[in-house]
């Protein structure tokens, strides 16, 4: 069956939506993820074993994708517990088929972080070992206009977590707390440069600096009760399920519905763009292997401006529908630029490359190319969250500019 995209909506997934030569070329590079996964995992020094999981934030666009890769790629064999708040954000949807297919191991919990009896029952009941933690309010834009769900959930809704795991976890040793977060903790760069772990931390939005407050939390957390944490600082990521308020997403679906391209500025600021599975593939990694009490960058590599990213959105989208790419290119459209807006995002991932072994598997334009087909193939999904919610954003946000 094909969608008026003329996209086959009959299979699901980053992978189902792409054409037979693709899918191909990307099972193959999964399959060579997995040699190097496991080539670094018999190399020495950290190995754990992770039974129970809990993953916050699991309804959420990386979330939800990490859950999917642990039980379609790993093969993970343990319980793994989605605890979510279902802010506007978070879509338990965008896991039905991996709760249909893994019942016995997916569970859900719809619950806040913040709730310490809840996190705590949580914990015991399904005697969890491991913590990951996406849960977050994740929108620079939407920290500018309120602050303050950031930091009840990023920082307070953080800290409650971590009390609920030290008390009920104790002072055992065979657990973790991974906690995921974003290079945006450390600043701007100008036009050289890049973040490394060792940066000092210069947070500029309300999104940023809860984000920084929360790594503190964690770290102060090993060092003071001796938790077993890892940190991860990645850099912006894209591809299927991701709330189209974000850069990429957005600008797919304005594309299709032939709205302007809200370009902030000059369009000259640069983001380090990584697909969503090469993310997930390194949280993964740090968590079986990464050293206790270490931080470990995640990036792609892979600056672009964000008016370069506009333009290619444009022409692959011209490439998939067959329509001229100048009826896309003429829908770009300056805006007032966002108050503070960090000009230059870059990592250094030596370390998460050299000390773990970790690689990418995507390469930036099939995994673009292939999050287009993923939005224009499910429409179902992009209705059911553009709810009334969605509408007053897009309202808030781009109306005034
Ligand atoms: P998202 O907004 O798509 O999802 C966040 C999820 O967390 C949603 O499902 C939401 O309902 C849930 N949530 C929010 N507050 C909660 C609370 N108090 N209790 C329980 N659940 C709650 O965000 P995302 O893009 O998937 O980001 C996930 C994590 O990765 C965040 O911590 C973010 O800071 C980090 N990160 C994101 C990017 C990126 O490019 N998206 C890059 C680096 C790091
Ligand atoms: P975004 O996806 O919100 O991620 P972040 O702010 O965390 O980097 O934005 C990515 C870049 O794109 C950022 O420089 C702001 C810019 N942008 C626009 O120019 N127009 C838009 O409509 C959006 C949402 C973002």
């Known amino acids: 069956m094909k969608n008026p995209q003329g996209v086959d909506t009959g299979r699901r997934g980053l992978i189902g939506a792409m054409i037979p030569a693709e899918r191909k070329s990307v099972v193959k590079t999964i399959a060579r993820v997995h040699v190097t996964y496991h080539q670094a995992a018999c190399t020495g020094g950290v190995m754990r074993t992770l039974k129970n999981i809990l993953v916050t934030g699991g309804a959420g666009f990386i979330g939800s994708n990490f859950i999917r890769y642990l039980f379609e790629r790993v093969g993970f064999p343990g319980a793994i517990v989605n605890v979510d708040k279902l802010t506007y954000a978070g879509n338990p949807e965008s896991l039905d088929d991996i709760r249909q297919s893994y019942g016995g191991q997916y569970h859900f919990e719809h619950a806040d972080i913040g709730d310490f009896e809840r996190m705590r029952d949580i914990l015991a009941r399904y005697d969890i070992d491991t913590v990951v933690n996406f849960a977050a309010e994740s929108h620079v834009d939407r920290s500018i206009f309120g602050p303050k769900d950031f930091v009840q959930s990023n920082i307070v809704g953080t ?3 971590l009390e609920a795991v030290r008390a009920h976890w104790g002072k055992r040793r ?8 974003t290079d945006e903790v450390y600043g701007s760069l100008g036009e050289t440069g890049a973040f490394y772990e060792t940066t000092p931390y210069d947070p ?3 999104y940023s600096a809860s984000k920084a407050a929360s790594d503190h939390l964690v770290m102060a957390y090993h060092h003071t009760y001796e938790l077993a944490v890892t940190i ?4 912006n990521n894209y591809g299927p399920y991701q709330f189209p308020e974000k850069l990429i997403p957005l600008m797919i ?3 299709r519905e032939g709205k ?5 500025g000059d369009g000259r600021q640069v983001r380090d763009w990584l ?4 993310h997930n593939s390194a949280v993964w990694l740090i968590m079986n292997r990464g050293a206790n009490g270490e931080t470990y960058n995640i990036g792609g590599e892979n600056e672009r401006e964000n008016i370069w990213i506009v333009h290619t959105l444009c022409e692959a989208m011209a490439r998939i529908t067959g329509n001229s790419v100048d009826s896309y290119k003429r829908l770009i459209t300056h805006v007032a630029d966002r108050p503070g807006h960090d000009r230059r995002y870059a990592i250094n991932c030596d370390k998460i490359k050299g000390a773990l072994g970790w690689t990418r598997a995507v390469a930036f334009d099939a995994g673009l190319e292939s999050t287009i087909r993923w939005y224009l193939a499910n429409d179902a999904w992009v209705n059911r969250v553009r709810s009334g919610e969605y509408r ?8 005034k500019r």
């Open 159 to 161: 800290f409650t977590l």
């Open 232 to 235: 991860s600082n990645c850099s």
């Open 204 to 206: 500029r939005s309300p």
């Open 174 to 181: 065979d657990t973790l707390f991974h906690h995921v977060s």
């Open 392 to 399: 007053n954003w897009i309202e808030r946000n781009y109306g």
């Open 260 to 264: 302007p391209l809200p370009v902030y």
């Open 275 to 278: 697909h969503v599975d090469d």
């Open 253 to 255: 679906m304005n594309l």
